[in-house]
C-alpha cells in the first residue's frame, strides 16, 4: 500500500486542500516527483505521444503500460500509482477485469478508464473486486476520432447536463475518483461540488480538488513545440527538474496554478 490512500486523498477533499498529480512513466522521475510532493502518479496512456512519438494515445498497449507501470512502482516513494487502461483495453467487462489485474499485478494501486456513463458496469466490477476505479471523463483522448480533434467538452448546455449527469452515476457506480479534462472551469466547479469523491483537473480551472499535467509539458519538453493553453512550464521559473516538480506542487496546493488564463469558458 502506498503513504497517499484513498483515505488520504478524501481527507485532503474534505479539508479543502488540493491534491497534486503528475503524469510519470518511469523510475527516476518517480522517485523525484513523489520526493518532492506529487500525492499521484498517473502512467498516463499519453506515453505513446509523449515517449513514443505517436500522434495519439490509440497505439499503446496493456504490455506497454504494465511495463512502465513495473517501472514507476520501483522508483516510487510513497505516491498513489494510477495507470490508464489504454485503448480498447476496457472494450468488454472481461476484457476489462483481466487488463485491470495485469496493471494491478504491475504496481498501480487505482485504474484509470475513458468514457462515459457506459462505464458504469465496469466501475461496479472493479470497485466489488476490490480494484479503486478513476473515471476520466469530458475530452478523452481515445474518443479523438469521434470528437474531431482535441476539443473542449461540455461547452453546449446539452453536453454540460450530460457530463454532469456522468459524473453522479458513475460516482454512484463505485468510481473513487473522476478527472476531467478539457471542461470550462465553471462547469468542473459544479460537477466537483456535486460529487463526493475527489475530482482531479486538467484544462478544467482550479476549483476542481486537485490538478494533473503531463510531466514533459511542465518540463517544457515537447515534441511538437506547441504546448496546450492549460500547461505552464515550470522549468522557466526553477531552474532544475526537482524544483520545477516542487514549485508546481506548491502552486497547486496554494491555488495559483492553474490560473483563470489556463482555463476554458463555455
Ligand atoms: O494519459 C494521460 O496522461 C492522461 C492525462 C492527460 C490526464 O490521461
Known sequence: MPDVTLTTLQGLKQKGEKIAMLTCYDAIFAKTASEAGVEMLLIGDSLGMVLQGHDSTLP??????AYHTACVKRGNRGAMIVADLPFMANATTEQTLNNSAVL???GAHMIKLE???????SIS??????????????????????FGGYKVQGRQDAQAQK??????????AGAAMLLLECVPSELAARIT?????????????????????VLHDMLGLSLTGR???FV???????????????????????????????????
Open 125 to 146: 466490477l472493479l470497485a466489488e473486486r476490490g480494484i479503486p476505479v478513476c473515471a476520466h471523463l469530458g475530452l478523452t483522448p481515445q474518443a479523438v476520432n469521434l
Open 60 to 65: 499503446v498497449t496493456v504490455t506497454e503500460m
Open 232 to 266: 505552464k512550464n515550470f522549468m522557466q521559473e526553477h531552474g532544475d527538474v526537482a524544483s520545477a516538480i516542487a514549485g508546481y506542487v506548491k502552486a497547486v496546493k496554494a491555488v495559483e496554478f492553474p490560473a483563470a488564463e489556463h482555463g476554458f469558458s463555455a
Open 193 to 213: 461540488q456535486a460529487v463526493a469523491i475527489p475530482v482531479i483537473g486538467i484544462g478544467a480551472g482550479s476549483a476542481t480538488d486537485g490538478q494533473v499535467l
Open 104 to 106: 494491478m499485478q504491475a
Open 115 to 121: 468514457g462515459a456513463a457506459w462505464l458504469a458496469e
Open 163 to 172: 457530463l454532469l449527469a456522468d459524473a453522479k452515476a458513475l460516482e454512484q
Open 227 to 229: 504546448s496546450p493553453k
